[in-house]
């Protein structure tokens, strides 16, 4: 069995088993496709943000780990955790990130409509928000590569987020492949 259809088969829950025939595995392959086009982005770059942040399937209740911090006490004491600044939506957008210790607001506002704190909760504005942020990068970073790697922040975690991302890319990229080969092999065996 390929990799990517095994891991995609151990991340689906059960009771949301359907079968997915698209070339990217995505359930709102279409949607993303369609505005990857208006952003001027190589849909595959949107599949796999989309997947790589939230899954298979195209919802917009995904909702990341955020930062975690420590609740105190009036003494001091630990008394539990608290999970903030949670990523939003399909393409997980951060309304806010941690500098220097601190955590601080962060609004893609100004970049699109579609980005405003209240439309990231909306599955429409959500990945059009993303596709602005993967148009703006690019022409900010130049490549795909660094794009992809800096979607997910910097360091080492951004850096194997990158090489996950390349192999899902190229999993679809042998689907592709693959069907382009078997309809060829449809259209022989019909004449």
Not at 101 to 118: E, F, K, N, Y
Not at 134 to 152: F, Q, S
Request: hydrophobic letters at 40%; one cysteine or more.
């Amino acid at each position: 069995m390929n990799t990517f259809l095994l891991a995609l088969s151990l991340i689906t829950p059960p009771h949301h088993k359907v079968k997915i025939t698209t070339i990217s595995g995505l359930q709102d392959e279409y949607q993303l496709t369609e505005v990857a086009r208006q952003y001027m982005i190589p849909p595959i770059i949107m599949w796999v943000i989309a997947f790589k942040e939230s899954g298979v399937y195209g919802n917009n209740l995904a909702r990341g780990p955020g930062v975690v911090v420590v609740v105190r006490d009036s003494l001091g004491d630990s008394v539990g955790y608290k999970r903030i600044c949670r990523e939003i939506g399909r393409m997980q957008i951060a309304p806010c990130i941690v500098k220097d210790g601190v955590i601080v607001p962060q609004s893609w506002a100004w970049l699109s409509h579609h980005c405003t704190h209240q439309n990231l909760y909306s599955y429409y504005h959500n990945i059009r928000c993303g596709a602005a942020i993967l148009h703006y990068r690019k022409v900010k970073l130049v490549t795909w590569n660094a794009v992809i790697m800096r979607y997910n922040g910097v360091g080492t975690m951004a850096q194997k987020y990158r090489k996950n991302a390349k192999q899902i890319i190229g999993d679809i990229i042998l689907r592709m492949i693959e069907r382009q080969s078997h309809d060829s092999l449809l259209v022989e065996s019909s004449k």
